[in-house]
């Protein structure tokens, strides 16, 4: 891809930004100015800093629920800020369900979407009889514990390159579902199950399908063999139901060092520290 020309001058900055997915209707801007996204909240807040109109471009643009630990934005301008007087000067615009959390001077062939290497995204379900208050658009309650090895023996039928139409969102606008899963990992962690997965990219609602598909395995319903014959038919009507996007985190971004821009990957506050993947 060729990289946006830059001002005269100018700066490709890049930020590291974290939200909470409950009080927006996703990423991206909407023509209606009732309905807040995280884009809408921060294009306007960056472009005072900056004293100029700027516009953003992401690494996923998240649904409507769904939450960000990592998200990668990057926008151009010809303002002179150093990282801390662009985190101090926007959060102190921002609500205090996002904040800008680094702040780096990225390559001018640094694009936030294109650039990545691949995305990391943790879904969190916790077994309860009863609602959690305090867990509420943060995790998805199941009301008996699931069989974790039967869903790992599932997951373990996505790694790889493979086509995933079935389990993308019916209006999903992608020219091809091909994508390729490098790790999908189910483990407990201080009393929940993650679903851990890493890919070069996402389908729309990709994640909350897979999610909703292995809760099925884990709840005895199929065996794990399922997950296989789900995706070989390519028919979004046999896999499962699409999981709550409010147990859904992005966590990490990875990009070729060569951006100026280094990867990351960030816990839910929920967890502990992220296993590493090979």
Request: hydrophobic share 40%; net charge positive; with cysteine.
């Amino acid at each position: 891809m060729t990289a946006v020309a830059l001002p005269p001058s100018g700066n490709r900055i890049a930020l590291r930004i974290e939200y909470d997915g409950a009080a927006f209707g996703g990423w991206q801007k909407q023509s209606s100015p009732e309905i807040p996204t995280v884009q809408g909240i921060l294009e306007p807040a960056i472009s005072q800093v900056a004293d100029a109109s700027i516009k953003l471009v992401c690494a996923g643009r998240t649904d409507t629920g769904v939450h960000a630990t990592c998200q990668i934005a990057h926008f151009d301008c010809i303002a002179e800020r150093s990282p801390r007087a662009w985190t101090a000067g926007v959060n102190s615009l921002l609500p205090g369900s996002v904040k800008i959390q680094e702040v780096f001077n990225a390559s001018d062939k640094f694009n936030a979407r294109f650039s990545a290497i691949h995305r990391r995204y943790a879904y969190l379900l916790y077994s309860s009889g009863i609602d959690s208050p305090q867990l509420a658009g943060r995790a998805l309650r199941v009301a008996e514990a699931p069989d974790l090895e039967a869903m790992q023996a599932a997951a373990r039928h996505l790694e790889g390159e493979k086509d995933f139409r079935s389990f993308q969102a019916a209006g999903c606008q992608s020219m091809s579902s091909l994508r390729n899963v490098r790790h999908l990992r189910i483990y407990r962690q201080r009393g929940f199950i993650v679903v851990d997965i890493r890919a070069n990219a996402f389908l729309q609602h990709m994640v909350r399908n897979i999610a909703g598909s292995l809760l099925e395995v884990g709840r005895g319903r199929h065996e794990p063999d399922w997950m296989a014959e789900v995706l070989v038919a390519r028919d979004r009507k046999l896999a499962g139901a699409t999981a709550p996007a409010a147990g859904l985190y992005l966590t990490g971004v990875a990009y070729p060092a060569s951006c100026g821009v280094p990867s990351r990957t960030v816990a839910p506050p929920l967890l502990d520290q992220l296993p590493e993947f090979a």
